[in-house]
């Protein structure tokens, strides 16, 4: 198998909330939800970067589509790592996530590995990791 993500789906609870944090807080750029005419079919599309797009879907949605039984959300499943170039572009972002009513889990802080980092949940409580490795370049 070749790896080939193209899209990386998130469960949410209210979408029309989860677009307002990802569209109007966190400034992602989207077309908003699409395929409400269809039942089980409201989602929304976010490009992050050229051939790959986050997906946010309501929970109920998927285990419809997937056939398993909607159980409870556990943060600690996954997290989404938004790589920046800097430790004060860090810092920016954690701020924008914190006035878009991200939950901050985790101040921005100096990493065991020589990086710096911080945790922040959106409204579903998904994780992201917003961080500067001096060891990647953009």
Known sequence: ???????????VNDLEASLRFYRDGLGFPTAGVIGKDFEHGAVVFIQLQPGLRLALWPR???GHDTGLAVGPASPTEMTLGHNVASR???DAVMEKASAAGAFIVKAAHDTFWGG????FQDPDGHLWEVVWN?????
Do not use: F, L
């Open 1 to 11: 198998m070749k790896p080939r993500i193209t899209v990386i789906t998130i469960g």
């Open 60 to 62: 109920k949605s998927i």
């Open 116 to 119: 710096y980092s911080g945790y």
């Open 88 to 90: 004060a572009e860090v």
């Open 134 to 138: 001096p060891q990647w370049s953009e």
